[in-house]
Structure formats: C-alpha cells, structure tokens
C-alpha cells in the first residue's frame, strides 16, 4: 500500500484480500509510512466483500473511498453542502438522502467492513 488511510485501503479492499489469501498472508505493508496492518481473516473478509458486490448490482451504493472514514468509523454521512461528490449526485436525484441509504446499508456495511475498520483501530499495526 501507499498511503495508509482507509480510503485507500476501501478502493482496494477485494484486491488486497485476494492478495492476502493467494499469498497466504494476513499482513498489510505501506510503503510510505512503514506500518503494517493484519486482517485476521482475509478469506471471511472476501467473502463478505463479494457479498456487498451482488448486493450491489441491484441496489446503488452510496460509498465514496473519500467518505470511508466518516461513515465506517464515525457514522456520519457527509453534509451535502460541505462535499462536491454529494452536491454532484443530489443535483442529478434531487429526492435522494445519504441519511436514508445510511439506514439502508449501515448493517451490512458494518459487517463487511468490520476487517477494515479494525485496521484503523488506535494503535492496531506494527512497524517495519
């Protein structure tokens, strides 16, 4: 990995699972900072992240890697005025709310990504 946040890791969570998995690995090297993060369970994680896939090709998401870390550790979605990506969808589905599809998806977002989260958990990597 190159920059160790949880946005970058989102954009390439399935990638990274299925590098873990091939490689028989639960370690997680960033480059830029030295830190290594462990998933505990690449396989249980991919699972879930294909889960959210199939889900997905009948429901639109509303996660953007920019919003990983406010909606997956803080619980917030983003304000529409504050954010270029909302302003940008709200103009093209006027009736559409972040809160609602928060509702919508927070449990499954909660459970696929649980392995993610707790990456980013206070003190939960190692240095090289």
């Known amino acids: 990995m190159g920059r160790d946040e949880i946005g970058a890791y989102l954009r390439k969570w399935p990638e990274l699972l299925c590098a873990l998995i091939a ?16 998933v505990a369970d690449p396989l249980g994680a991919l699972k879930k992240a294909i889960e959210l896939y199939l889900r997905c090709q009948n ?14 550790r803080k619980s917030r979605v983003p304000v529409d005025s504050e954010d270029p990506i909302v302003e940008w969808a709200l103009k ?14 927070g449990e499954m977002l909660s459970e696929t990504f649980a392995p993610l989260t707790t990456l980013f958990e206070r003190g939960n990597f190692a240095t090289v």
């Open 23 to 38: 490689n028989g690995s639960n370690r997680i090297y960033s480059l830029k900072t030295g830190k290594i993060r462990e």
């Open 59 to 72: 429901h639109l998401f509303f996660l953007h890697p920019e919003w990983a870390d406010e909606v997956l």
């Open 92 to 105: 093209r589905s006027p009736d559409y709310s972040l809160g609602k599809e928060k509702e919508l998806w």
